[in-house]
């Protein structure tokens, strides 16, 4: 049952769990920790079994409700879909690991509806991945949305504020999205993915199929945060609690640049991708340029998020083998430092009750492990050796300078020495600044919004300073934190098993 | 000419959407828009989508009816622009 | 041209329906206004659905023993409709959810215009 | 029937919350009550009618729910807890949830794909017949779903 | 900055009137979606319904047919958003064990 099912299974076992915690988790909440933790553990492993069987036997295309696929809708786990269902179930299997402690520091009393919710979000997230049909797409899109715009509305004073803004921004996306799948629907009669590259090439120059490319790309790149519609990114991943952070950054934009790679092996039309890979550019640029001048820690990871997604966007977009690599790559590599990262920010608020980069003096001092984390998941961001992160820039580099494209090849460099010095502005302050007591009233200063879960009352300058001595995180979320650390030198070490992988999923260019 | 009736429609619907956008008391806003989702109601009818009408008559008419003057009455009742 | 009016004014209509609900959600300033616009384009969106499944002279797509199956041109086309089913329901849900927030920005700041909302949160 | 006004039989948590006070007027009390079973039924009409005519899963939950929230309306939230409490609705969702996917796991395990009505374990119907109950039971998934979530959402957006 | 957003309005106006003139009439039997057969070859889903809805589900109501059984999954997709919206909204707003 389980190797015919693979394609549906992921996506059910997460829908169970989700319907599953409520029921369970209204006695104790511990229950419905474990039901989020062993249901996304189940997916993990079925996604993995999935991986490998693909890697043997080739795609599997799957009919919902046995009728083929005009008729019916069909899910398709191909070596592409399969890569990316396993990163996203194991990240979220490392998030529910580390939401146990956090979960219980930041929102008490909404632990059930928020694993709750995290579960559907992935019900989302891994069914816009499977699907191989315009409109079911598009349902799940909503489902992830929406469970996205619950659980970044909550966290400081401002976060509705911004919750509302995205889900303006994403209902119109969305919409875009529709009235570009209605255009493709009424030209070319059909709703399935495999069957409109059949149908397409007859009606390739008819005006509306142009118009609903571009309205379809323009909805995907608003819902990746690309550089000209990026502002509800930084926003709402400041404002949010770090757990939902934590959740959502790594891979919730991962999916749509997925998306992305399957309509553009669908049809081309050389004048948007070229006008998107420049987008890609400025957006790498742009993120890490405002990246540097953030004070806030969070903020500063949001941007370096937008950068990074530019280079994902390129690497799709450039459309060499090696640029391809280097993009799913450096998914794999986002996904892991951006949980990395969020997760020890949140860490860091817990416990040092600041997120501004020039009040963590002392940081490595008071966190020694989370610092460690830290410092390989910075290192991964700039691309120094033993990490993936330098794997994949050298891929996108290699890709960049095989389509002769130098414009790209000089906008990774120069994006790459600025992730430099904001690595160096944060080491330089928080390793660097020797810790001593008369910086104890600089640590001590709340800076910027108060969170409505922490208690300010008792910062009382002394019992800080002796918490402050040893005070990391709880194992339960340093574990997580240190095993994607290691997980991101493992995969650096031996990056080519997985480029072998990913190599599979390579379409013809 | 069954399509000039719904020509017509169409164009209460453009007035209704343009009334609940420019009026300045939220509660008039609602209720335009409430008429705005009724005559999609009725188009969707005249092209022939009976089950999309029934939804849109009843959710988007009723429900979402009673959802914004909650929302309203909890909230504030007048609008700047 | 009574033709061409006959055959295109209702995506015409609908472009410019979409239209003024994008001006509700970019222009106007008070939240509520914008989820109103937010609605408006969907419901719009769900229209243009539903006129590209409309066929002259079919009867709605319920089985009739009088019409039998043989003649699909006796039906609408019932796809688009299940599809916009769904999509009604996304729609109310989003706006449900969009009031929610609504009343949690009211709750924190006691306002629902959107530069005063950007002024409140400049000085914190 | 007690003697004493309806609004000092309503808990405490009601107060001072706006909309939740009922009115006091016997004609509203006695018009929502006595209509909203009718409604009620009509919902349970289209919803069991919607093989036949307009209608299905989705309307009629809708009109399940205008039923409930009519007599929110009316009655304020508190004395309506007694229809339909505000403390098992979700859960409630979540069941309706588990109806519609456990009918996908369960033909999923006699065999066919996921939601393949087919391969239900009931031998003595006709495939046919066995998709029209299929649709019967996800639908009172459907139902139960939105029912329930519609006035949910009643509930969380007056704070209750 | 409100000038900007109008033009940007206009624009946009334009391109889409100036899109949907291209597509098939209002009420156009010979559109694609009405057709049985795809120019290239495979089955149009809508005709198909239309043709096999009623001797495969006894079902008069094919819109029923479609969203229940041909369609399915993408009911469930819409009876999990429900549940999503429920769920979210308990989340955003819900008080009850929250301390003043």
Redesign the interface.
């Given at each position: 049952m389980i190797t015919q099912n693979i394609p549906i299974l992921v996506p059910v076992i997460y829908l169970i769990a989700a319907a599953a915690v409520p029921l369970l988790g209204y006695k104790r909440t511990l229950f419905a920790f474990c039901t989020a933790l062993f249901g996304s553990a189940a997916a993990f492993c079925v996604g993995i079994i999935g991986l490998i069987s693909v890697i043997t036997n080739g795609p599997i295309s799957y009919h919902i409700s046995g009728w083929m696929p005009p008729i019916g809708i069909e899910l398709v786990l191909d070596p592409l879909s399969a890569f990316i269902i396993v990163v996203i179930s194991g990240s979220t299997l490392m998030v529910m690991m580390y939401s146990m402690n956090s979960l219980a520091q930041e929102i008490p009393d909404k632990i059930v509806p928020f694993y709750s919710l995290s579960m559907l979000f992935l019900f989302g997230l891994s069914g816009m991945t499977v699907t191989g049909d315009l409109f079911n797409f598009f349902v799940f899109l909503e489902i992830s949305a929406v469970a996205g715009y619950g659980l970044l509305a909550i966290g400081d004073r401002r976060a509705p504020f911004f919750a509302f803004r995205y889900l303006t921004l994403g209902t119109a996306a969305a919409a875009f999205y529709l009235l570009g799948v209605a255009f493709i629907f009424m030209s070319t009669g059909t709703l399935n993915i495999a069957d409109i590259a059949q149908v397409l090439p007859e009606v390739k120059d008819h005006p509306p199929v142009i118009i609903a490319l571009i309205l379809i790309i323009l909805s995907i790149s608003i819902k990746m945060g690309l550089f000209p519609v990026h502002q509800w990114l930084p926003d709402t991943y400041t404002s949010a609690s770090s757990t939902a952070t934590a959740l959502i950054a790594p891979i919730g934009t991962k999916v749509a640049a997925y998306f992305l790679i399957r309509i553009f092996t669908l049809y081309e039309y050389p004048p948007i991708i070229d006008i998107l890979s420049i987008v890609a550019a400025a957006s790498i640029i742009a993120g890490s340029l405002l990246a540097i001048v953030q004070p806030n820690l969070k903020r500063m990871l949001a941007y370096s998020s937008v950068a990074n997604i530019g280079y994902i966007m390129l690497g799709i977009t450039l459309a060499t083998p090696m640029a391809y690599i280097g993009a799913l790559l450096h998914i794999l590599n986002h996904t892991m430092m951006k949980f990395v990262l969020f997760a020890s920010a949140g860490g860091i608020m817990n416990n040092m009750k600041t997120l501004d980069i020039t009040k963590l003096i002392g940081f490595p001092t008071v966190m020694p492990l989370t610092a460690v984390a830290f410092l390989i998941a910075l290192f991964s961001m700039v691309g120094i050796p033993p990490t993936v992160g330098f794997f994949s820039k050298i891929y996108l580099l290699l890709g960049a300078i095989e389509a002769q494209e130098w414009f790209y090849v000089a906008a990774i460099v120069l994006s790459s020495l600025l992730a430099l010095v904001y690595l160096f502005r944060f080491i330089s302050i928080a390793f660097f600044r020797p810790y001593n007591k008369s910086d104890d009233k600089k640590i001590v200063q709340v800076d910027g919004p108060p969170l409505p879960y922490t208690d300010l009352s008792e910062n009382n300058t002394n019992k800080h300073f002796e918490a402050m001595k040893k005070n990391d995180m709880s194992p339960s979320m340093l574990f997580p934190v240190l095993l994607v650390a290691v997980g991101i030198l493992i995969f650096g070490i031996f990056n080519g098993y997985i480029v072998s992988i990913i190599s599979k999923s390579m379409p013809v260019f | 000419m069954h399509?000039l009736i719904?020509?017509i429609l169409?164009?209460i619907?453009?007035v209704t959407?343009?009334t609940?956008?420019n009026v300045r008391n939220?509660l008039a806003?609602?209720v335009a828009?409430n008429v705005?989702?009724f005559m999609?109601a009725i188009?969707?009818v005249s092209?022939?989508?009976?089950?999309?009408a029934?939804?849109?008559a009843?959710?988007?008419a009723?429900?979402?009816g009673?959802?914004?003057v909650?929302?309203?009455?909890?909230?504030?009742r007048k609008?700047?622009? | 041209m009574l033709e061409f009016i006959q055959d295109y004014y209702a995506f015409i209509f609908l472009a410019l329906l979409f239209t003024i609900g994008l001006y509700g959600m970019m222009v106007k300033q008070n939240l509520v206004k914008k989820a109103l616009g937010m609605a408006i384009v969907q419901a719009t969106v769900i229209m243009f659905w539903i006129v590209s499944a409309y066929k002259d002279g079919a009867g709605i797509p319920i089985f009739d023993k009088r019409y039998g199956v043989e003649n699909p041109e006796m039906y609408i086309n019932p796809l688009p409709h299940a599809m916009m089913l769904t999509a009604v329901v996304v729609a109310i849900i989003t706006f449900g959810l969009s009031l929610a927030l609504i009343i949690a920005i009211y709750r924190e700041y006691n306002t629902l215009h959107e530069p005063e909302l950007l002024d409140q949160m400049k000085d914190i | 029937m007690s003697d004493k006004p309806l609004t000092e039989k309503i808990p405490r948590y009601c107060k001072g919350t706006g909309m939740m006070a009922p009115t006091d007027s016997p004609i509203v009390h006695i018009a929502c009550r006595g209509i909203s079973p009718f409604i009620f039924l009509i919902g349970l009409y289209v919803f069991f009618h919607g093989h036949y005519s307009p209608g299905g899963g989705f309307q009629g939950g809708v009109l399940m729910a205008a039923t409930i929230l009519l007599l929110r309306l009316s009655l304020g939230t508190g004395l309506s807890q007694v229809v339909m409490p505000a403390s098992i609705t979700l859960r409630l969702s979540a069941v309706g949830v588990l109806i519609f996917a456990g009918t996908g796991v369960i033909t999923m395990i006699f065999g066919g794909d996921f939601l393949d009505y087919h391969f239900l374990p009931l031998p003595w119907l006709d495939p046919a017949y066995l998709r029209y109950y299929g649709i019967l039971l996800i639908e009172v998934g459907v139902v139960l779903t939105v029912m329930t979530t519609l006035i949910a959402i009643y509930d969380d957006l007056l704070g209750y | 900055m409100k000038t900007l957003q109008y033009f940007l309005l206009l624009a946009f106006l334009g391109i889409l009137v100036g899109t949907v003139i291209h597509l098939p009439p209002r009420g156009d039997i010979d559109s694609p979606v009405h057709q049985t057969v795809n120019p290239a070859g495979t089955l149009v889903a809508g005709t198909y319904y239309i043709q096999h809805a009623y001797k495969d589900t006894k079902t008069p109501n094919m819109v029923v047919a479609v969203l229940a059984d041909y369609r399915a999954y993408d009911t469930l997709g819409e009876v999990v958003i429900v549940f999503v919206g429920g769920i979210a909204c308990f989340f955003i707003l819900n008080l009850r064990r929250r301390k003043p």
């Open positions: - | 399509w719904e020509f169409f164009f619907l453009v959407a343009l609940a956008l939220l806003a609602v828009m705005f989702s999609a188009i969707m092209l022939g989508a009976v089950d999309v029934f939804v849109e009843v959710a988007g009723g429900v979402i009673v959802y914004s909650v929302a309203i009455r909890l909230t504030s609008s700047q622009d | - | - | -």
